[in-house]
């Protein structure tokens, strides 16, 4: 966690900065955002389907 804390402050500096390094920083700024990404989906996949469970149930006991 530590890792990626630094990664990410680094990364940030080098925006704020200006760096010339566009290439490397888009690079980065895109597998930020991906990983960002797959960790909403993977998020939003298993509440789903908690939530899903849970109307389920609640579905079955105001049948009987």
Same mark, same amino acid.
Request: hydrophobic letters at 55%.
């Given at each position: 966690?530590?890792?990626?804390?630094?990664? /990410?402050? +680094?990364? #940030?500096?080098?925006? /704020?900065?200006?760096?010339?390094?566009?290439?490397? +920083?888009? +690079?980065?700024?895109?597998?930020?955002?991906?990983?960002?990404?797959?960790?909403?989906?993977?998020?939003?996949?298993?509440?789903?389907?908690?939530?899903?469970? #849970?109307?389920? +149930?609640?579905?079955?006991?105001?049948?009987?």
């Amino acid at each position: 966690m530590e890792k990626l804390f630094v990664s /990410v402050l +680094t990364f #940030w500096n080098g925006i /704020v900065n200006g760096e010339k390094e566009k290439g490397a +920083t888009a +690079t980065e700024y895109a597998v930020l955002v991906s990983f960002i990404a797959l960790i909403i989906i993977g998020g939003v996949t298993i509440f789903g389907n908690a939530l899903s469970g #849970w109307f389920g +149930t609640l579905a079955g006991k105001v049948a009987q």
